[in-house]
T-cell receptor, first 117, second 114 residues
Framework: DAGVTQSPTHLIKTRGQQVTLRCSPK?????VSWYQQALGQGPQFIFQ???????QRGNFPDRFSGHQFPNYSSELNVNALLLGDSALYLC????????????????FGPGTRLTVL | GDSVTQMEGPVTLSEEAFLTINCTYT??????LFWYVQYPGEGLQLLLK?????DKGSNKGFEATYRKETTSFHLEKGSVQVSDSAVYFC?????????????FGTGTKLQVIP
């Protein structure tokens, strides 16, 4: 059973460019979240997708956008790249349940290392 | 909003020493608590979790107890090994409108020397 996969592994872009990162969730999972991990920091929540819609969003500008496809895979797009966007971008997947107690574990992919020059 | 505070590193220990990494949190409601580990060049791995007060999570010799009265979830291990060298993240998961998101601390780097 493949876990969460992300592509590409590494990416180098220049300021002002646009980038698209991809994520395939773990089998059986329908919810995808994206996180940004700057060097030496903890991951910061960007947004979460379920049923092809953005359901939650962290404190990130509109330059960060996403998409979820019918097969539950997801893309993260970043426009007008800044030097400060250089980071490890992590995708996590889970299976959503209804309201109530309990937690569905999020499984993380290996990440995409984005360098902006 | 939710937040997690963990002790700053790096923490350097000799092999077989006792490990404690402190973690406290602020959250509304009843979050689930976690410790994740990140080895060099790799993604995050869930180390252990606790989903309600007084629960003890444990894995690979690591333990942490969910203390609601002190809003803490300290990570402990009785005897560390060189292979435990990594960055450890304390985290919590809360619900908002039925959707979960994970809030992480800044991480604590552990270096174990032979």
């Amino acid at each position: 059973d493949a876990g969460v996969t992300q592509s590409p592994t590494h990416l180098i872009k220049t300021r002002g460019q646009q980038v698209t990162l991809r994520c395939s969730p773990k089998s059986g999972h329908d919810t995808v979240s994206w996180y940004q991990q700057a060097l030496g920091q903890g991951p910061q929540f960007i947004f979460q997708y379920y049923e092809e819609e953005e359901r939650q969003r962290g404190n990130f500008p509109d330059r960060f956008s996403g998409h979820q496809f019918p097969n539950y895979s997801s893309e993260l797009n970043v426009n007008a790249l800044l030097l400060g966007d250089s980071a490890l971008y992590l995708c996590a997947s889970t299976r959503r349940t209804g309201l109530g107690p309990g937690y569905n574990e999020q499984f993380f992919g290996p990440g995409t290392r984005l360098t902006v020059l | 909003g939710d937040s997690v505070t963990q002790m700053e590193g790096p923490v350097t220990l000799s092999e077989e020493a006792f490990l404690t990494i402190n973690c406290t949190y602020t959250a509304t409601g009843y979050p689930s608590l976690f410790w994740y580990v990140q080895y060099p060049g790799e993604g995050l791995q869930l180390l252990l979790k606790a989903t309600k007060a007084d629960d003890k999570g444990s894995n690979k010799g690591f333990e942490a107890t969910y203390r609601k009265e002190t809003t803490s979830f300290h990570l402990e291990k009785g005897s560390v090994q060189v292979s435990d060298s990594a960055v450890y993240f304390c985290a919590l998961s809360g619900r908002s409108g039925g959707y979960q998101k994970v809030t992480f601390g800044t991480g604590t780097k552990l270096q174990v020397i032979p």
